[in-house]
């Protein structure tokens, strides 16, 4: 094969891999919601699109210093473990968090509303819930960005200063559960049934995975519709200006309508990060944003001094009172 008939069919490869991963993804969700144990077959879904993201992070990837170790893999698979599988870590099972809340909930919230449109189609029905569980999250996530008090907690998301697949899921607990509760919360009062939240979960979770990766893939028109690689990679850039926009996850729509959509004709960034520090380990991770020393770190302040040992230390209250 000559050289331009090669990089024509790369070209073609850089605009199918987003809609036949993310199509895929959802086809097989479909195939796994009609199984005997639909959230395990979710799972073994949602795992098998990691593999394969990851393999063409490696054939085709957007950044190749993204490619090298940076000692936070550990790290973010096990905030990905603690927050998304919140009640199934025994389990070692990702991502269906949402769904086995969705599970228990669901039957008796449906009990007291009666709301929810369940007359439409099912996939008109999806459309609606996910317009109104973006509102939450676009919600949530302008709030962590615009707000010091929530910032400590969504700077860990930000810290990394490279994206790929396996920090879809890099979120401090206290995050996700705010996250969670603004995008779920409406569907539960509303009413809207079982079904509607596990495609709304699986639509975020494949969108989620894809937002994050490290493939030079194309996305033009999508990216009017969707939350595309190339539209996140803006949102996580260490300029703040660029960082503030793109607050959506699975589609663009409130960005659209509250003007805070950003996609320059130009490379989307490859410096991102923060520019304070995050703690080294897990655990420091978790602890960072309640101590008045370690906020001072994530917001890239120079800590005061330790008071010496002698000293009592204040109460925890009162350094949160001085934030
Ligand atoms: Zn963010
Ligand atoms: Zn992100």
């Known amino acids: ?45 949602y795992l098998t699109t990691v593999a394969i993201i990851a393999l063409f992070e490696r054939l085709l990837p957007y950044e190749t210093s993204w490619l090298e170790p940076d000692g936070e893999t550990f790290n973010n698979l096990a905030h990905t473990l603690l927050t998304k599988g919140l009640v199934q870590v025994a389990a070692s099972l990702a991502a269906s968090g949402p769904m086995l809340i969705a599970a228990h909930v669901q039957p008796i919230s449906a009990r007291f509303s009666t709301l929810w449109p369940d007359f439409l189609p099912l996939p008109v029905q999806v459309v609606l819930a996910l317009i109104i569980a973006e509102l939450g999250l676009y919600a949530a996530h302008r709030i962590a960005h615009e707000r010091l008090y929530f910032w400590r907690f969504h700077a860990l998301h930000h810290s990394v200063t490279r994206l790929w697949v396996i920090n879809t899921g890099r979120f401090h607990l206290f995050d996700s559960l705010f996250k969670i509760a603004l995008s779920q919360i409406p569907l539960y009062l509303l009413g809207a049934p079982l079904p509607v939240f596990l495609w709304v979960a699986a639509i975020t979770a494949i969108a989620g995975l894809l937002t994050h990766c490290n493939i030079a893939m194309r996305t033009g028109l999508l990216d009017y519709i969707f939350v595309t690689p190339r539209l996140h990679r803006w949102h996580h850039s260490r300029n703040r200006r660029e960082g503030n926009t793109n607050y959506c996850e699975n589609i663009v729509l409130w960005d659209q309508v509250f003007g ?51 000293q009592a230390a204040a109460p925890v209250e009162d350094q949160a009172a001085q934030m």
């Open 1 to 45: 094969m000559s050289q331009s008939s090669d990089s024509n069919a790369i070209r073609v490869l850089q605009y199918l891999l987003w809609p036949a991963i993310f199509f895929g993804g959802l086809t097989a969700a479909g195939m796994a919601f009609e199984a005997a144990h639909p959230v395990f077959w979710f799972n073994v879904v």
């Open 260 to 310: 805070s959509y950003h996609n320059p004709d130009r490379p989307s960034p490859v410096d991102i990060g923060i520019n304070g520090r995050v703690a080294p380990g897990f655990l420091g991770q978790l602890l960072q944003p309640f101590s008045r020393r370690g906020r001072q770190e994530l917001m890239g302040r120079k800590p005061a001094p330790l008071p010496p040992v002698t």
